[in-house]
């Protein structure tokens, strides 16, 4: 196995976008008869909504704050855009700005628009409403008994934030139920660790993403090389994408480029050409042997589904688990002169094989449903729990004694150890699509082991 440290190929891009007022020609026959007539359609649509202002102005009920009803009416034009164009106030901005590098007080979810439902991508792990048992796919129907239908995303945000120790009640509603739950959250810091890595076996880590942050790629490469240098050597490794809700699209570029040494690792296409580029990977850097299984579950989304497409295009990892999330359109965020920000969606991304995951997600190589576990308190009884045992020949009554010398002593584990060893023990028990990508790369090292002594024929 070779390894060898990469350079970092991306800088920081500032992406800078001139917005000017157009002006028009007093020659109109000169100008394309579409662009005149889409300018006159403009130019009568916004007579309208200047009307209607006016009326509203003079003859509502009460007096009306023009500064607010301007702002709704630009959340109500980038509503009916599509889920993920939003503006935000400065202090809305503010907050955008602090997820990336910070933390934040809330409940810990990633929330959009599906259907017209307040609609959760994925609990953050480790976060009160992960704890409370929020499922990606649950949807909040109620935030504190008001209804969230018509409820921006922003609007919903600033409702579910605040500060630590406060109590948020939501109302969810989750497929295959027979009524709605209301579920009290205390909110809480949400950290920003974005790599979390164990051992599952010797020679077998893992690594999960939470989300994509500024430091994720060296979180994530502090976490490998650690387990490099600590030996044994890998023989794979689970890389766990389930619940990620994406993130900064560089971080994902850079994950990606970690075990891709050349090709396409996205390519993203917009209206105007300045929002089309083509991302590759480097050869500079590690170059890893060991297989690697991804998981991913219904909460892929976005920078996590352009890792999880990258490895599976290049054939460089089996993709394991639900088929994901489909949010294959990139964001632009764009500073308002007041403070404010313009979330604008400006181009779809494809994977190296040029397929648009938009609205359709990645389809695993191996599909394994995720486990679904309702928020019931109630627990089952004893005799539920029991699990069936079967007779072996060591139950027997005077049964022989093996017969081979007792193999030496293992060494016996601390306290740490042992629990570390029943914590991991207890996972791959409960979680399927874990224990499956295990059971993989250890079929993938036997497999590789009996091609290596000629055992079977393959040519």
């Known amino acids: 196995m070779k390894y060898r440290k990469k350079r970092s190929f991306l800088p920081k891009i500032l992406i800078v976008l ?21 300018t006159e359609d403009t130019y009568k649509n916004l007579e309208a909504f ?32 599509d889920p993920h164009s939003s503006y935000m106030n400065p202090d809305a901005f503010k907050e955008l700005q602090v997820e990336t590098k910070g933390s934040f007080g809330g409940i810990g979810i990633e929330i959009t628009l599906k259907d017209n439902f307040l609609t959760v991508v994925s609990p953050i792990e480790g976060t009160p409403a992960y704890k409370q048992g929020i499922k990606a796919g649950d949807r909040i129907v109620k935030i504190e008994d ?13 409702r579910l934030r605040g500060p630590k120790g406060t109590k948020v009640t939501i109302s969810i509603y989750r497929e295959g139920w027979t009524e709605i739950k209301d579920v009290e959250i205390v909110r809480d810091v949400i950290p920003i660790h974005s790599v979390k890595s164990k051992l599952l076996e010797p020679g077998y880590p893992y690594i999960r993403i939470i989300n994509f942050q500024a430091e994720t790629t060296n979180d994530f490469d502090k976490a490998l090389q650690g387990f490099i240098k600590e030996g044994p050597p890998i023989k794979g490794l689970v890389l766990d994408l389930r619940n990620d809700p994406g993130g900064l699209l560089d971080q994902a570029i850079k994950i990606s480029d970690i075990f891709l040494d050349k090709g396409v690792i996205v390519s993203t296409k917009g209206r105007i050409k300045e929002q089309n580029h083509v991302y590759k990977a480097h050869d500079e850097g590690h170059h890893y042997t060991f297989p690697i299984v991804v998981l991913v579950n219904e909460g892929t989304a976005s920078a996590s589904e ?21 949010k294959g359109s990139v964001q632009t965020i764009i500073p308002m002169s007041n403070g404010a920000g313009l979330r604008l969606t400006t181009a ?10 938009q609205a359709t997600g990645i389809t695993p190589d191996i599909l394994v449903p995720t486990q679904i576990e309702h928020m019931d308190d109630t627990k089952k009884n004893d005799k539920d729990e ?5 007779l072996r020949e060591k139950d027997l009554k005077h ?30 028990e409960k979680d399927q699509q874990l224990r499956t990508g295990l059971m993989l790369l250890k079929g993938l090292n036997v497999f590789d082991g009996l091609k290596s002594s000629n055992k079977i024929g393959i040519k």
């Open 146 to 158: 008001e209804p969230t239908k018509d409820m921006t995303l922003m609007e919903a945000v600033k």
């Open 386 to 390: 029991e699990k069936p045992r079967f």
């Open 18 to 38: 001139a917005i000017s007022i157009p002006i028009f020609s007093i020659f109109l026959w000169e100008q394309p008869q579409g662009v005149c007539a889409r």
């Open 306 to 326: 352009i890792v999880a497409g990258a490895l599976k295009d290049h054939k460089k990892a089996l993709i394991l688990g639900a088929q994901t999330f489909g």
């Open 50 to 81: 200047s009307n209607v202002l006016s009326i509203v102005q003079q003859n509502y009920v009460e007096e009306v704050d023009t500064k607010e009803v301007i702002q709704g009416a630009i959340k109500g034009m980038l509503s009916v855009l």
């Open 348 to 357: 779809r991304y494809y994977t190296p094989n040029g397929t648009s995951i």
């Open 399 to 428: 049964h022989i004694l093996n017969g081979s010398k007792p193999k030496k002593k293992i060494k016996k584990l601390n306290t740490k150890e042992e629990s570390a060893e029943r914590e991991i023990k207890e996972t791959l």
